[in-house]
Structures are given as C-alpha cells and as structure tokens.
C-alpha cells in the first residue's frame, strides 16, 4: 500500500512568487493534517481536514496561506505571495479515524520550501 | 499552552553505545506521549508512545517512561547502531494535534 506522497520534494522561489504544494494521502483516510518546520525549530500543526471539511486551522500562520481539500483526497496548500520567513519544510500527515482511541498519523516526506 | 522540549543536539555516538535523548513536556491536559523518528529522505515514522502515567513504550531496542511526576518521555536505547542515524522527535498529543519538540540528530559511528 502506497503511502502519504507529496509533492515537489524540494521548491525554491522567489519572495512574493506563488508556489503551490500537493499532498496525496493514504487512500481511504479522511483525516489530512499539514504541519511545518520552519528553520530546524519544532514541527508546528498547521490544520487538519475531515474528508473535504477544514475541521481546525487555527494553525494557520496569516492569510497568506490557503489550504483545500477538493473531493476529500489530495490537498494542496498555497502560499501566495511567499515571504522568506516560510522558507522550511512542510509535512503532510493521514489518518483513519480520530475520536476515541489513538489513530495514527502516518507522514509523507516532506516539502522543501526555499524563499529567496 | 502545549510546548516539548528535547535536548539540543546534534548528538555523535559510536557504535554499540548507550543513547539518552531527553525529552520534557508541559500540557494543560493529559497527554499521550510520542517519539517520531526521521531517516534521511523518509517522512516521520511513529517510533512508540505512552498514553498514561508509567506507561512504557518500547520498539527496535528504544524505550521511553511516561514519568508524569517529571513531566518526562526520555528515550533510550542499550546499544546503536549506524542504522539508528536520524532524527528523532518527541511530541505529545492532546485531543487531535500534535505538538512537537524541534528535534535531536542523531549520529552514529562505526
């Protein structure tokens, strides 16, 4: 079973350009999480999607960012305009379920975000 | 709010070596208690975790307490190998999302 895939590996830009990134989760878990290492720092949660719902997005940074979830499977997160302080590596993570009990969260590789 | 906070690495070991990564939690809830591992080129992968109070969790030779009295998940393990090079997280859940520590880089030698 293919595993969470995302997609570039590895982005640079330049500031106030868009750049535009994919997630493709395992197929059949509704739950979709982005989160961020920004800088080596801790990786930070960003937001989770239920199926094509935004159920939190509290971790958001600004308006900047806008992440969609069409049809409930791959999702992509936006970043325009790009500034350099979003330069790290952006992570997406699936689940079967949530509630009761611990589903686990299994993550992709990551995405390399370079602003220059 | 939430945070984990884990010893600064980066940590260089030898083959065959004893590993200590310490890892420090402070949470307004009750907090399950995860270590996520990170292979070069790989994305996060669950290493183990403890949901209650002296809990152990164990896998591949690491282990790691939930001591609630300390507020602590350190990870250990008896004896590395080159294989064990990556970095490793420590992180905590509280309802749906987790909150993660920044991570120690781990090295080993042979």
């Known amino acids: ?3 969470v895939t995302q997609f570039p590996s590895h982005s640079v830009i330049e500031k106030g350009q868009t750049v535009t990134l994919r997630c493709d989760p395992i197929s059949g878990h509704d739950n979709l999480y982005w989160y961020r290492r920004v800088m080596g720092k801790e990786i930070k949660f960003l937001l989770h999607f239920v199926k094509e719902s935004k159920q939190d ?6 308006n900047r960012f806008l992440a969609e979830r069409t049809g409930g499977t791959y999702s992509t997160l936006k970043v325009q305009p790009a500034e350099l302080e979003d330069s790290g590596v952006y992570f997406c993570a699936s689940s079967l379920g949530t509630g009761q009990g611990f589903y686990e969260q299994y993550f992709g590789p990551g995405t390399r975000l370079t602003v220059t | 709010g939430d945070s984990v906070t884990q010893m600064e690495g980066p940590v260089t070991l030898s083959e065959e070596a004893f590993l200590t990564i310490n890892c420090t939690y402070t949470a307004t809830g009750y907090p399950s208690l995860f270590w996520y591992v990170q292979y070069p080129g790989e994305g996060l992968q669950l290493l183990l975790k403890a ?7 164990s896998n591949k030779g690491f282990e790691a307490t939930y001591r609630k009295e300390t507020t602590s998940f350190h990870l250990e393990k008896g004896s590395v190998q080159v294989s064990d090079s990556a970095v490793y997280f420590c992180a905590l859940i509280v309802g749906q999302n987790f909150v993660f520590g920044p991570g120690t ?5 042979p």
């Open chain 1, 1 to 3: 079973e293919a595993g």
């Open chain 1, 57 to 62: 997005e509290s971790g958001m940074p600004n």
């Open chain 2, 51 to 57: 949901t209650k109070a002296d809990d152990k969790g």
């Open chain 2, 105 to 109: 880089r781990l090295s080993v030698l």
